[in-house]
């Protein structure tokens, strides 16, 4: 497989429900991300990754929880969500996330996961 | 903060021209990216500026002024298949993280 890779693509789940989403890059990248893609809005960026380890976490609520057990790989463990979180999450990964103008922060996109919160 | 704004809608005849606004106010700057966005699918990379100037790329083009905090997508010879959504990021020195624009959606018809 090569690019990035998201899992489930869809998700329908109750407010008292506990799921995950998983997202696996096979591009050598250090960095990953978490994105939120809701109707009318623009992505909006949750959480972010280097060489595992949070660099990057913009006041998302605790229902939202992240894990990067390697370079590779990327959850967003999900708890008592509300129907407001009902939205499209994409992972993204990029050559590194230090900056530097040199182009190495282009993103690569999964798929995205569809979640559904009834 | 970073402010980012694009129009919300745009509508161009296929074998047209188009050119697709972005400005933005930011402290930190660190490049501007275009992506495309199809619907139901993954945001696509298009194009990087960190530099003014304009950056060519087959039949689009990307164009950076620094000192105006503004940007623009070309796109020449338009194509049905280029209907999707353009998203402006802005790329920022903290966390080298980006942050997006709304993004337009541009609908090319016969």
Redesign the interface.
Known sequence: ETGVTQTPRHLVMGMTNKKSLKCEQHLGHNAMYWYKQSAKKPLELMFVYSLEERVENNSVPSRFSPECPNSSHLFLHLHTLQPEDSALYLCASSQDSAGGGSGANVLTFGAGSRLTVL | GQN?DQPTEMTATEGAIVQINCTYQTSGF??L?W?QQHAG?????LS?N?LDGLEEKGRFSSFLSRSKGYSYLLLKELQMKDSASY?C?V???N?????????TTLTVKP
Do not use: Q
């Not at chain 2, 699918?41 to 990379?45: G, K, L, M, Y």
């Open positions: 980012i660190n490049g990216f992506y699918e993954a945001p696509t990379f990087y960190v998203l990021a790329d920022n020195t966390a080298g993280k980006s942050t997006f624009g709304d993004g």
